[in-house]
């Protein structure tokens, strides 16, 4: 049996990890697999080390993401002090699982009401594409170049082109009206959607 109090740790650890997953665009993997030293709340930054493509970054946290995450890491030093994972898992020397993090959230999309309206079931990823949709409707909304500020985007998500962001927001029908209000030939390129009467 692992030791007590699992419950007291784990709660906090959902709370707060899939938040930075929303807040911040990590990978499952980078969440799940952050150690304690790789997180710098006194300069407000994660370091990312040997993520997808062997690439190592730096994820810069919003003023409440830290704050977050200090209330967080000062409850988890009393639980489990001077710990190696950021979010350890079960067992406290071990990282979080992946597993258990992509059926946890699974199993709090279920109880939504929302679970039984959508054919496709959202998964962990689905907060990192929320995250790059979010930002780019914002930068769309408030006029600042989207051109300009991808390859921004693109790095602070570890992806190795532009191209691979795009894919991200390509598809999503909340983006049409935003582009429409900001692009004088968007009516020439996005068609209208028509519903005909039975």
Known sequence: MPPQPTFRRLVPTYQVLFRLFYCCGLRLSE???LRRECVDLQNGYIRI??????KDRLVLLADDVRAMCKTYDALMQE?????????????????IRRTSVDKKFGGFWNRTPFAGTVDKRPTVQSLRHTFVV??????METGMDTGVMMPYLSRYLGHSS????QYYFHTIEQAFPIIRRHDAISDSI???VVTYAE
């Open 31 to 33: 969440g799940c697999y």
């Open 49 to 54: 080390l040997q993520s997808k493509g062997n």
């Open 79 to 95: 639980v489990t002090p001077d710990r190696e994972w950021f979010f350890p898992g079960w067992y406290p020397d071990r990282a």
């Open 134 to 139: 979010n930002k780019m409707n914002e930068w």
């Open 162 to 165: 532009i191209v691979e962001t």
């Open 190 to 192: 996005i068609p209208e």
